[in-house]
């Protein structure tokens, strides 16, 4: 999501330097970007689903960082995952033309819409500045939740330690094969999302 966000503002950056009208294959990585952000930040605080839970994000946020996080959410329901009003983002108008001499009429459907919203998207990037450390703090206080549940289930039930030995996970069944050393070297850490590189789905064949 950050990355995304980051990507943004460095493309709305290198579109602005250009001056002049902006490529449409400009614009429209703009948009794909902050589309990216936007449903990456409101699936984890806006939708929940069945064991997945959202973060509580909004209690902690001070009127002005609230009132982006619902326009964000709106922008989420109402344009960018479904359709409907796109509050400023979209027009469209349904227009019944009309020849009365020639006795002929005829619809048309025209619409207009942007691919970014500039102040939309400057108001999302300070959002996650706050955001992100609430996320953080609640990580954290999670985490050590589940590190005293894991050691009274140790302290409790014996046999817990053969079971999960039978549902070992194995590392090179599922990263890729460079991926492998930096997992292993991540675990335990601070961080514990190994780095590594984008990746295209491959193409299963029947």
Not at 72 to 95: C, I
Not at 139 to 154: G, P, Q, T, V
Not at 159 to 187: H, I, K, M
Request: proline residues 5%; hydrophobic residues 40%; glycine residues 6%.
């Amino acid at each position: 999501m950050l990355d995304a966000c980051k990507s943004l503002s460095g493309a709305m950056q290198v579109s602005a330097g250009q001056g002049g009208p902006i490529r449409r294959d400009q614009a429209a990585t703009v948009q794909a970007l902050f589309a990216q952000a936007v449903l990456l930040y409101t699936r984890a605080t806006h939708s929940s689903g069945k064991g997945r839970n959202k973060l509580q994000i909004t209690a902690h946020l001070g009127e002005e960082e609230r009132a982006v996080h619902n326009r964000m959410t709106e922008l989420r329901d109402r344009y960018l995952a479904h359709f409907g009003d796109a509050s400023g983002w979209e027009a469209h108008r349904a227009v019944l033309a009309l020849d009365i001499d020639g006795a002929k009429m005829a619809l048309s459907y025209p619409h207009s819409s942007a691919y970014i919203q500039v102040a939309d998207a400057v108001a999302f990037e300070r959002l996650l500045g706050v955001a992100v450390p609430i996320a953080q703090t609640q990580s954290d206080k999670i985490s050590l939740r589940l590190n005293l549940a894991l050691n009274e289930l140790f302290n409790t039930d014996p046999e817990l330690l053969e079971r999960l030995r039978c549902t070992s996970f194995d590392p090179a069944g599922f990263f890729e094969a460079d991926e492998v050393q930096p997992y292993l070297d991540s675990v335990g850490t601070l961080d514990p999302d190994a780095p590594t590189e984008p990746r295209i789905g491959k193409v299963q064949r029947p």
